[in-house]
């Protein structure tokens, strides 16, 4: 498993810039007649649309427009589910920085839904408690094998005659 998601998630920043040019782009782009002006909206105002387009969401957080992650005339929020396997999942909110309209919100593409998936299972922090212990019982499992192997392995080499008496043996055999 943590192969698995090590694997997933080694692959994170090549699907994220995938994402970005391709989905985040159609969401994030202006009309043809809008000009580059400064934002009419405030951070806060396009936070508040933000979070009244999902209510059951709650807001992570957001970036400016001009930001790696937001388009040239929108906010881009970032909206967080409550319940115990969706708080790694989000939801991405386009706010049209002029007007303060929320164009777009979606949730991650399923490739990168796995991803933040595979980021809680990674570290442990999906189930809480008992799934950290789960991960405690395995890594301990694992750890008793490789030492059960180890001290196999270093009995049976203490159990071989020591070279000298092996000698001995030989020579005691051949007259």
Request: glycine residues 8%.
């Amino acid at each position: 498993m943590v192969s698995v998601t090590g694997l997933l998630l080694s692959a994170a920043s090549i699907l994220l810039l995938l994402w970005q040019v391709t989905e985040l782009k159609a969401m994030t782009t202006a009309p043809p007649a809008a000009a580059t002006v400064a934002p009419a909206a405030t951070i806060d105002q396009a936070l508040a649309a933000a979070a009244a387009a999902r209510p059951a969401r709650r807001l992570g957080f957001a970036f400016l427009p001009g930001a790696e992650y937001a388009g040239e005339h929108h906010y881009t929020a970032v909206l967080y589910g409550r319940e115990a396997y969706a708080t790694g999942l989000f939801e991405i909110a386009a706010v049209e920085a002029r007007s303060g309209r929320v164009d777009a919100v979606r949730p991650l593409p399923p490739y990168l839904q796995a991803i933040a998936l595979a980021e809680l299972l990674h570290f442990g922090d999906y189930g809480g408690l008992p799934l950290k212990l789960l991960w405690l019982g395995s890594a301990l499992g694992t750890l008793a094998i490789t030492a059960n192997g180890a001290w196999q392995w270093w009995a049976k080499r203490r159990q071989r005659c020591p070279a000298p008496v092996a000698a001995a043996l030989a020579l005691e055999h051949a007259e």
